[in-house]
């Protein structure tokens, strides 16, 4: 890994979890105890990673904020109050003397060493960018300076990074680093791949986990 690739920063945006994944079919409190389950495991993997400096959470839910700062996340409020990509650029603004990226909140399989994989590309580009399991999204976002960061998070947002002069490392991404949840399929890969110890712990109280 380069020396510059030993200072990343990434930002982790967790929207509010009355929100938060609607798709799962659950009850608002299971909802909101798996998201910021997954949230702290995602945390958790990239803190682990060593060429990852600092984790940036940027959220306005304060149940998420009271369980990623213990575990090691600066986090800060929404302040634009403007969407996805406003918030992670305010977030990236934090860290502007690093190499900066948005990773998405719902990895919970994330692994530290495939973190470290995908970030080792991304150090070679202004701008690159992981594609999720389905192809349409964006799971990492990484850009060499902050002045190089051009989120275009929404609908087949891949594609728009990708127009929008980003590198695509999908195919170099070990799996872990591109498995978000969205649905109960994408929870059961999840489970199959192997989950970190909070979203573990949440899944064994919630019902959508005796069909995992």
Request: aromatic share 2%.
């Amino acid at each position: 890994m380069s020396e510059l690739a030993d200072r990343w920063s990434l930002v982790v945006p967790v929207k509010r979890v009355e929100n938060a994944k609607t798709r799962l079919g659950l009850d608002a409190t299971s909802r909101a105890r798996l998201a910021i389950a997954m949230a702290v495991d995602t945390v958790v993997a990239a803190l682990a990673c060593r060429g990852v400096a600092a984790v940036i959470v940027v959220t306005d839910d304060a149940q998420a904020r009271d369980a990623l700062t213990p575990v090691g996340a600066r986090v800060v409020a929404d302040t634009p109050d403007a969407g996805l990509n406003a918030a992670l650029v305010h977030g990236v603004a934090l860290a502007a003397d690093r190499h900066v990226g948005a990773l998405a909140s719902d990895l919970p399989s994330l692994r530290a060493e495939d973190l470290e994989v995908v970030l080792s590309r991304a150090a070679d580009h202004d701008l690159a960018v992981v594609g999720d399991l389905s192809g349409t999204g964006t799971t990492l976002l990484c850009a060499r300076t902050a002045a190089h960061f051009a989120p275009r998070f929404g609908v087949a947002s891949l594609a728009a990074h990708i127009a929008a002069g980003a590198v695509d490392l999908t195919e170099v991404a070990p799996e872990s680093v591109r498995r978000d949840v969205d649905t109960v399929d994408a929870l059961s890969g999840v489970v199959d791949l192997g989950v970190g110890e909070a979203t573990r712990r949440a899944l064994a109280d919630l019902p959508v986990a005796e069909g995992l």
